[in-house]
């Protein structure tokens, strides 16, 4: 049995130091100012995910041979002190480990297409380190087997999406699109950070096992009462909206989109933008205790799915098309999930993800894909459109079309409605500051209004 | 008590002083610097003996090894205790790589020798624990920086005001303390004018504007030496910790968490470096003051984790914005810098500096935070979350200057701005402490709930009804903490 134990535990620490190791190794020599050659560069990311992979490939094989379920890896309390510990603990079951199966398949594939896809470009390094900081997190997210785990590879993840989307960093479009990304992020660390917190105030645990009983996922239950239940779960499905670009937080989706290609395949088309519908399913017991939760959760993954359509029908390219596509997929993943078909939305990832990176790398060709088509054919591809439109009148659809057009409004009612009063209250404070150490000081109390003038406002970068 | 083997204390506080009569008669300002550089790092190296030999002592205090001035005083002078141990070199690394630091266009303006009497004083403040000499001990730092904004013409009023203000109510509340003897809880003549200084020592609004006043007008260095040892908790728990009731643990608590969330708001909104840095700071310096405040185990344990992290953290980021703005002048957070480029270390040093200082996986103030957030939301459970909603906030507005100063366009400059070899030196001795504190946390985390269960020990002695939490039992093997007052009479 201890044998067994060793075996369960050595895979399981290979899953995980793959991409850690390969994390430190891209970050340390970044630090030293010694990045490697784009050869070098390349060939060890492709060893640490293939590592990786074939060590949760070994663990899945060894629960199919042994009929284990679930099989967890504790590496013991990083922290402990009276009241207080800090455990990493690693979950194998039958959610986790085809997750991270899926997160290194894919970054593996992307890793790969990115190697020639960003050959020469002067940032190569530099999207190998979000790169390597990226997979650790969505690797750590799958098999986290308690909540403080999860959190850390969550904000891993959204760190690293943030600088990717801000990649090409020498443009001012894609920094203020990763800064706001990294801002509905932070709201979303927030939302986990607070349920956490609350978890462990009701149950002075945030282990899974400890939280949801000795069944196996997905037959897993949890002795919360419904109220409290609701409270928890309304925290991580605030999480989860955020990472999923959910209903209200969708404005982001879109404009992760002016990251590098491979990058916007591996998260938003794929992986990252699944994260949240992978947070409910690990925390799916939660849900089955307050049906006001499930029914919340239903209504917001169909009312996204529902606007993912009809924004994705109106645009004009096709990164964010596809981005649109994904968000459709993901909305009605997040519908599974509340009425409780969670096999379905596992599979429905699983199937997802990989359709979806493969539309997205194929994108940058899309135009050479349809003149091909079309050549073959002899014709224009054909355009459907159902008779139905015909009985909308012209005036509602063309209402419609703006909605779409406009992404429902949904970025410019928060910022409009959220970001800015909050920035205006705290710039009034400001202004009262001024007034408060200008009458102090007798004068003008601020040299740093003389600091260079502005020539353009950043006020929509939050 | 026990006592070191070693004048380690003694040597930490006379090597700058002494050195600091040398580097005033230095007239070249190279010499200067590399003198106080020198100095700076045999400094650091004696409060590192002090920290080690404490350590390996395994007591709960220690006074200075060879106490040549106790037969005079009556009373030990210099005493560590596992709180003030390692916030020695702390202290004395922060001045070290301020000074290493230092470009040379601005040698001419940074006062070397001043700044060695300020570290000398400071770390004498943290190696007292007598009331009367701490409160002499932190009113003398305020000296150098109002002779800094007077030789510079710089205006003095708010500066000057808030800090006549700190020292005299420090004076009549402690006047009033002593007058009242060691009694039970004391009355609001005695710790209303202490809660009032310390409140404007650690700059929580509404009297933080003298922080924001001093980074406006003193040189960078000057006012991030002033703030970030944050003198002002350090004077709570030695002062008001042991003595205040909970109403006014948890009111201080309350008006802190209120400081950190506004500070973290204002930072968003500032249009430049020094005072986005100056909010981002008040904010962490805030959240220090609500774990020290909620005086429960977890919490303080938080606080004083989050104490050193913050330290190393937002020394670190003040120091790699004081390496730009000696490149670039002051910077605006305006426009779109585009620095990156040309200063790829200090892009690196930022955010490694920026994200620790939010709590970020992996960095020194990870498990200080999740520690802060267990502990505060125990004693405030509506408003204690709170702490994740400033943290949210500092990301992003870390994330946004980092975004303005170094991305966004392409900076063209025809001389090399790369950082020099003292400047890597000190990124990468940040860095390594910052993951090195991060991925390792244990001993500092053990290291810091030690001497939260001592401070909250010395609270107990003092009246076991003002504390509702259950306090860790000492190790019997050492010897209990002692009041000054006990000391004296020993």
Redesign the interface.
Known sequence: MFEDFSLTTLIGFTVLGAPALLMLALGLSSLLEWPGTERGIGQVSLAAIITGLLAAISMLAWMLITCERHESVELGHWVVIPDYHFSVKFLFDRLSVPFAILSFVLCGTIGTFATRYLHREPGYNRFFVFFSLFVLGMVMTSLAGTIETLFTGWELVGLSSALLVAFFHERSAPVRNGLRVWAVYRVSDAALLIAAIVLHHLRGEGDFEMLFGAGTWPLEHTSLPSSQAAVVGSLLLIAAMGKSALVPFSGWLPRAMEGPTPSSAVFYGALSVHLGAFLLLRVSPILDVSLSLRAAVVTIGLVTAVFAVLAGRVQTDIKCALSFASLTQVGIIVAEIGLGLRYIALTHILGHACLRTLQFLRAPTLLNDYRTLENAIGARLPRWSGAWVRLIPEHVRVWFYRLSLERGYLDGWLSDYIARPFLAVFRWCDAMERKWTDFLSGGESRESDHVRPSLETLDDLV | MSELHFPWLALSILTPLLSALWVNRLRDADEAHKWSAVFSGVTLAFTVGAWQDFFLLGASQASDGWDLLSPFLGWKLLVIDEFSAPLLPLTALLYLLTAIATLKTKIRRFSFAGTLVTEAVVLALLSCQEPWAIIVLLALPTVPPYLELQARNR?T??YV?HMAIFVGLMILGWAFVEAEGRQRTHSLWAVLPLLAAILIRSGIAPLH?WI??LF??ATFGTALLFVTPIVGAYSAVRLVLPIAPDWVLRSIGLISLATAV?AS??A?????A??FFCYLFLSHSSLVLVGLESAT??GL?GALCVWISVGLSLGGFGLTLRALEARF????????L?L??HT??LA?CFAITG?ASVG???TIR??GT??L??GV??IY?HVG?AV??A???N??AV??SY??L?????YVSSVSLRPGLRERFAV?TL?MLIFGGGLF??PS??SR?HAAAAILRERAKRDPSLIDHEV?EANPDESPPMRSEEVRHE
Do not use: K, S
């Not at chain 2, 002048?329 to 779109?336: N, P, Q, S, Y």
């Not at chain 2, 170094?406 to 392409?410: D, E, K, L, N, W």
């Open positions: 205006p009023r708010v005001l504007c924001t006043d406006e007008h506004y708001g204002m968003l909104v500032q249009h430049e020094r005072r185990p977890i344990t002048g002051r910077l605006a957070l305006t426009d779109f585009g990156y480029e790829p270390a690196v994200l970020f996986p992996g990870f498990i999740e520690l957030v267990d939301v125990e459970p979350v994740a909603l943290t949210a906030l990301g992003i994330v946004r975004f303005i170094f991305t966004g366009t392409r990468l860095a946390p244990q985390v053990e709930n860790p």
